[in-house]
C-alpha cells in the first residue's frame, strides 16, 4: 500500500489544521494507522493511531486532547484533526499503516511497515 499524508502549511499559534493520509493499491480498511511527526533535529515521535476498525485511537500525552484522528473507509483515508496549534508542534508529518490487527495501535516506529512521505507543518507564534 502506498500512503500520501497532505494538509501541512504555515498556520498560526492557535489555528487548526486537518492533515490527510490517503491511501492507494490496497485498502486501508484492515490497518491499523498511526501518525507521527519529526521536528528539525529531533527523532521522529509518535503522535496518535487509530485501529483498524475505528473503534481505539490513542494519543501521545502532548497532544491528547488537541488532536483527534478519524477515519473514512469511503475514502480509503485516515485523518489528524489538530486544533490549539502551538509552535512546538511544527514537525513534517508522517502516516504509518500496521497490518497486525491489534486493537490497541502500536507507539512504536517499528510497529510500522508501510510509511507515506511526510508534510510539513509550521506553526508561528
Known amino acids: 500500500v502506498q500512503l500520501q499524508a497532505s494538509g501541512g502549511g504555515s498556520v498560526q499559534a492557535g489555528d487548526s489544521l486537518r492533515l490527510s493520509c490517503a491511501a492507494s493499491g490496497r485498502t486501508l480498511m484492515r490497518l491499523n494507522v498511526a501518525w507521527f511527526r519529526q521536528a528539525p533535529g529531533k527523532e521522529r515521535e509518535f503522535v496518535g493511531g487509530?485501529?483498524?476498525?475505528?473503534?481505539?485511537?490513542v494519543y501521545a500525552d502532548s497532544v491528547e486532547g488537541r488532536l483527534t484522528i478519524s477515519r473514512d473507509g469511503t475514502k480509503n483515508a485516515v485523518y489528524l484533526d489538530m486544533t490549539g496549534l502551538m509552535p512546538e508542534d511544527t514537525a513534517v508529518y508522517y502516516c504509518?499503516?500496521?497490518?497486525?490487527?491489534?486493537?490497541?495501535?502500536?507507539?512504536?516506529?517499528?510497529?510500522?511497515?508501510?510509511w507515506g512521505k511526510g508534510t510539513l507543518v509550521t506553526v508561528s507564534s
Open positions: 487509530i485501529n483498524w476498525s475505528g473503534g481505539n485511537a
Open positions: 504509518a499503516a500496521d497490518s497486525s490487527g491489534a486493537y490497541t495501535p502500536r507507539r512504536s516506529i517499528s510497529g510500522y511497515f508501510y
